[in-house]
């Protein structure tokens, strides 16, 4: 048992320092392994099926970031779900959120008496999320959670009550696992930091 920890411990260290082919070239470094990211996730998912036993729940994703962690997340889930996703943009300038979203695809769902679940990738300022939560207690769902891969750490804006949370991050911007910078990174399977000269480059 031991010697499988030492070993599962050794390749996330191997992980956090070889980053170095064509397709993550710009990541200084793994901040969350692949790994770590999955053992949360099935953690998550256990929780979620024990907390979500009764009628079917809906779990909304937040488009774009959040479609690779509700397509690894819901498989966690040994439950009968549906899925549905929203796409928002955020108005303003490209680097701060105005708290005030656009929404670009709206749901295909009626929300009424169902147990949502909301899928983001990143809580930030929280803004967002927000304004999403607003918008979304008014089409009188029956209850309304939040799952987010990441939160940054004390830096929100507004309070909110996320009650599943994957990792507490350091307040630096970061990409990979749906999370992108510019569209890009978006599939890289762990969560880096960018090189700074990746922010100059592009
Ligand atoms: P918030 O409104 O400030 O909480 O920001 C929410 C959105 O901004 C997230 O859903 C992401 O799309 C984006 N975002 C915030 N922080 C990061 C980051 O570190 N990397 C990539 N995208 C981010
Ligand atoms: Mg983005």
Same mark, same amino acid.
């Given at each position: 048992?031991?010697? @499988? ?6 390749? #996330?260290?191997?992980? +956090?320092?070889v980053v170095?082919? *064509?397709?993550?070239? $710009? ?5 969350i ?19 979500y036993?009764?009628?079917p729940?809906?779990?909304i ?13 819901s498989r ?25 979203? @656009?929404?670009?695809?709206d749901?295909?769902? #009626?929300?009424?008496? +169902?147990?949502?679940?909301?899928? *983001?990738?990143?809580v $930030?300022?929280?803004?967002?999320l ?18 987010a891969?990441l939160?940054?750490t004390?830096?929100q ?43 100059r480059?592009?």
């Amino acid at each position: 048992m031991e010697g @499988r920890v030492a070993l599962s411990d050794l390749e #996330d260290a191997v992980e +956090r320092s070889v980053v170095a082919d *064509e397709h993550d070239k $710009d990541i200084e470094r793994v901040l969350i392994s692949e790994r770590e990211i999955q053992d949360k996730l099935k953690e998550l998912g256990e929780q979620i099926t024990r907390d979500y036993a009764g009628p079917p729940p809906l779990l909304i994703g937040v488009l774009k970031g959040a479609f690779v962690m509700m397509a690894d997340l819901s498989r966690h889930i040994r439950l009968p779900l549906e899925v549905d996703f929203m796409a928002v943009a955020s108005y303003g300038a490209a680097t701060k959120t105005s708290g005030v979203v @656009r929404i670009l695809k709206d749901l295909d769902h #009626d929300l009424e008496g +169902r147990d949502v679940l909301l899928i *983001e990738d990143i809580v $930030d300022s929280g803004l967002t999320l927000n304004y999403l939560l607003k918008n979304l207690r008014g089409r009188r769902p029956a209850s309304l959670e939040v799952c987010a891969l990441l939160k940054k750490t004390g830096i929100q804006r507004v309070h909110l009550d996320v009650k599943y949370v994957g990792f507490e991050i350091p307040p630096e911007f970061v990409v990979g696992y749906g999370l992108d910078f510019s569209e890009n990174f978006r599939n890289l399977p762990y969560v880096g930091l960018l090189r700074p000269e990746a922010y100059r480059d592009l």
